[in-house]
C-alpha cells in the first residue's frame, strides 16, 4: 500500500487489509486486540538495505561500518535474532535490553551498551558478556568501568559519547555550542578547562583497565536533513585528530548514532538509506582527507528506521461520538468524530509525549462512505489519551470495525506501560501467511503478580 504501512500490506477485494500474506480479520480473531503486528520480512528488508547501503558507501571511499540496530525501538528475542540474521549488531541501552540480546544469543562483541547512568551490575553483566563496546558517558562512569573491570580482570573496551552542538530532528538541525542535556561531553572548552570530551579520551588513555576503540556522537532522532550527520561527523573527526596530536593515538573508531527518519503520514518522505549513506561517506572522507588523518572504521544505530515501518497495531473501535467543537478563535463549529479504541496512551505515547501524528484507516471491510474528520481516542482517564490527532475515516465508521495505526514498529511497546491497569498488548510476527506470537498478551494475573497484597 506504500508508506507510511509496511511493505507486506496490501487490500483484499473486500477491502480488508492483509499483512504479510495475513488478513487482518483473522489476526484480530486469533489474537485479539489490540496487538502490534510485526511484518518480519519488512523488518529483514530495512535491515539489510541500511546495512547494505552504508557498507557499498562506506566500502567505495575504502574504509568500513557496523550496523548496529538500536534495540531501544523494539526489542523481543526474535527482532534481536533477526537483526543478528541481517548482519547487524545490536546497541542497548539498560540491562533490561543486554538481556534480551544476550538471550537471543547475540555474541557479546556484536553488541554495544549505552546508558548515562550505567548500575555497577550493568556494566559488570556487560564486561562478563564480553561486549564489544560499552560507551562512556561521564568522568565518573570513567572511573567506575576502569575499576570494575579491573575487578573482573578484564580490558573494558570504551568509546567516549560527544556532544558536537549539533542537534538535528524533523526537518532541520541546529548547531550550538554547549548542548542542555544529559547525554555526552562536549567537544568545546569549558573556561580554563579544556573540552570536557577532550579530558574524557585523555582519562580513558590513562587506564590500563580501558581500551578507548573511539568517539561516539547521536544527534537526534526522526531525522530527515542528512546535513546534520554531516555537521557532527565533522565535529567527532576534528576532535579525533586533536586528541591524536594531544595523546599520539588516533582512534580507530567513530559512531554517528542512529536517528534515521521514517513516514508516519501518506506523503512522508524517509530517508533513503543509499542517498544518505552516500552522502555521509562521501563528506567523512572529504573531511579525514582535509585533516591528513586516515579515514576510521564508522557505525551508526537506526531503530526506528528499521522497525517503525514493519509496525501496526491493531485495534478494535469501541464507540463513535460525534462531538462538536469549536475552532480555538472561538469561531466557526466544526464536528470532530471521537472514535474510541480499545488500547490508547498505554501501547503508544508518542501522539500525548510528542505530539506525535499517526495515521490510521478502517482496515476489516471497505466503505463506500464520504470521510469524517475524526480523532482517534484510547480508553483511558485522560483527555490528552489520543491515538491520532487527526485523520479522515469514513462516516460510517462504528463499533466493532477494526483500525489500524501505521508505523508503529518503533517506540510502541517499547514505551508502553499499564496505565489504568491495561494489560500491555502481544506483539504478533507475520510473515509468508502466516503469524505467531513474539511476546504474548499480558494477563489480569499478570498486572496483580507483582502485587503483595
Ligand atoms: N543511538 C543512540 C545513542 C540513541 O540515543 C538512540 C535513540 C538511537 C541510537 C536510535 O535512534 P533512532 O534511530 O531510533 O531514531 N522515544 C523517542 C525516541 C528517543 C530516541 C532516543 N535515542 C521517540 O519515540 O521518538
Known amino acids: 500500500m506504500g508508506a507510511p504501512w509496511s511493505s507486506g500490506t496490501g487490500r483484499l477485494p473486500d477491502g480488508a487489509l492483509t499483512v504479510g500474506?495475513?488478513?487482518?480479520?483473522?489476526?484480530?480473531?486469533?489474537?485479539?486486540?489490540?496487538?502490534?503486528?510485526?511484518?518480519?520480512?519488512?523488518?529483514?528488508?530495512?535491515?539489510?538495505?541500511?546495512?547494505?547501503?552504508?557498507?557499498?558507501?562506506?566500502?567505495?571511499?575504502?574504509?568500513?561500518?557496523?550496523?548496529?540496530?538500536?534495540?531501544?525501538?523494539?526489542?523481543?528475542?526474535?527482532?534481536?535474532?533477526?537483526?543478528?540474521?541481517?548482519?547487524?549488531?545490536?546497541?542497548?541501552?539498560?540491562?533490561?535490553?543486554?538481556?534480551?540480546?544476550?538471550?537471543?544469543?547475540?555474541?557479546?562483541?556484536?553488541?554495544?551498551?549505552?546508558?548515562?547512568?550505567?548500575?555497577?551490575?550493568?556494566?559488570?553483566?556487560?564486561?562478563?558478556?564480553?561486549?564489544g563496546r560499552i560507551i562512556v558517558d561521564s568522568l565518573v562512569e570513567i572511573e567506575r568501568v576502569a575499576r570494575l573491570a579491573a575487578e573482573r580482570g578484564v580490558v573494558a573496551p570504551v568509546m567516549v559519547r560527544v556532544t558536537t552542538g549539533v542537534?538535528?530532528?524533523?526537518?532541520?538541525?541546529?548547531?550550538?555550542?554547549?548542548?542542555?542535556?544529559?547525554?555526552g561531553l562536549s567537544v568545546n572548552p569549558v573556561g580554563d578547562t579544556g573540552s570536557p570530551a577532550m579530558n574524557a579520551l585523555l582519562a580513558v588513555l590513562k587506564h590500563p583497565e580501558l581500551k578507548l576503540l573511539g568517539i561516539h556522537s547521536h544527534i537526534g532522532s526522526q531525522i530527515l536533513d542528512p546535513d546534520g550527520f554531516e555537521a557532527a561527523a565533522r565535529v567527532v573527526l576534528r576532535l579525533r585528530a586533536d586528541l591524536a596530536e594531544r595523546s599520539g593515538v588516533l582512534v580507530d573508531e567513530v559512531d554517528l548514532g542512529g536517528g534515521y527518519g521514517i513516514a508516519y503520514l501518506p506523503g512522508d518522505v524517509a530517508l533513503d538509506p543509499e542517498r544518505v549513506a552516500k552522502d555521509i561517506a562521501q563528506s567523512v572522507a572529504g573531511v579525514c582527507q582535509d585533516l591528513g588523518t586516515s579515514l576510521p572504521r564508522f557505525s551508526i544505530e537506526p531503530g526506528?528506521?528499521?522497525?517503525?515501518?514493519?509496525?501496526?497495531?491493531?485495534?478494535?473501535?469501541?464507540?463513535?461520538?460525534?462531538?462538536?467543537?469549536?475552532?480555538?478563535?472561538?469561531?466557526?463549529?466544526?464536528?470532530?468524530?471521537?472514535?474510541?479504541?480499545?488500547?490508547?496512551?498505554?501501547?503508544?505515547?508518542?501522539?500525548?509525549?510528542?505530539?506525535?501524528?499517526?495515521?490510521?484507516?478502517?482496515?476489516?471491510?471497505s466503505s463506500a462512505a464520504d470521510t469524517v474528520l475524526a480523532r482517534v481516542v484510547g480508553k483511558h482517564c485522560e483527555s490528552g489519551d489520543i491515538v491520532v490527532h487527526e485523520?479522515?475515516?469514513?462516516?460510517?465508521?462504528?463499533?466493532?470495525?477494526?483500525?489500524?495505526?501505521?508505523?508503529?514498529?518503533?517506540?510502541?511497546?517499547?514505551?508502553?506501560?499499564?496505565?489504568?491497569?491495561?494489560?500491555?498488548?502481544?506483539?504478533?510476527?507475520?510473515?509468508?501467511?502466516?503469524?505467531?506470537?513474539?511476546?504474548?498478551?499480558?494477563?489480569?494475573?499478570?498486572?496483580?503478580?507483582l502485587d503483595q497484597g
Open 21 to 131: 500474506g495475513v488478513d487482518v480479520r483473522g489476526l484480530a480473531a486469533q489474537h485479539g486486540t489490540p496487538a502490534y503486528v510485526l511484518d518480519e520480512a519488512d523488518f529483514r528488508m530495512r535491515a539489510r538495505a541500511y546495512r547494505t547501503a552504508f557498507e557499498a558507501a562506506f566500502g567505495a571511499v575504502g574504509t568500513g561500518v557496523d550496523v548496529y540496530y538500536a534495540g531501544k525501538a523494539l526489542l523481543t528475542v526474535a527482532v534481536a535474532r533477526w537483526a543478528r540474521e541481517e548482519g547487524l549488531r545490536v546497541d542497548t541501552a539498560s540491562g533490561g535490553e543486554l538481556a534480551v540480546a544476550l538471550r537471543a544469543e547475540v555474541p557479546g562483541a556484536g553488541i554495544g551498551l549505552h546508558g548515562n547512568n550505567k548500575s555497577d551490575a550493568e556494566i559488570l553483566r556487560a564486561l562478563d558478556a564480553g561486549v
Open 167 to 183: 542537534h538535528a530532528g524533523g526537518h532541520e538541525y541546529i548547531a550550538t555550542a554547549h548542548e542542555d542535556q544529559k547525554f
Open 304 to 365: 526506528r528506521a528499521i522497525v517503525g515501518p514493519a509496525g501496526l497495531t491493531l485495534y478494535t473501535v469501541g464507540t463513535v461520538k460525534p462531538v462538536t467543537v469549536s475552532d480555538a478563535g472561538g469561531g466557526a463549529e466544526f464536528v470532530r468524530t471521537y472514535v474510541s479504541v480499545d488500547g490508547g496512551m498505554s501501547d503508544n505515547i508518542r501522539p500525548a509525549l510528542y505530539g506525535a501524528a499517526y495515521h490510521a484507516e478502517v482496515v476489516g471491510r
Open 391 to 449: 485523520v479522515q475515516l469514513p462516516a460510517d465508521v462504528r463499533a466493532g470495525d477494526l483500525l489500524a495505526v501505521a508505523a508503529t514498529g518503533a517506540y510502541g511497546r517499547s514505551m508502553a506501560s499499564n496505565y489504568n491497569m491495561l494489560p500491555r498488548p502481544p506483539v504478533i510476527a507475520v510473515s509468508d501467511g502466516a503469524s505467531r506470537v513474539l511476546v504474548r498478551r499480558e494477563s489480569e494475573d499478570d498486572l496483580l503478580a
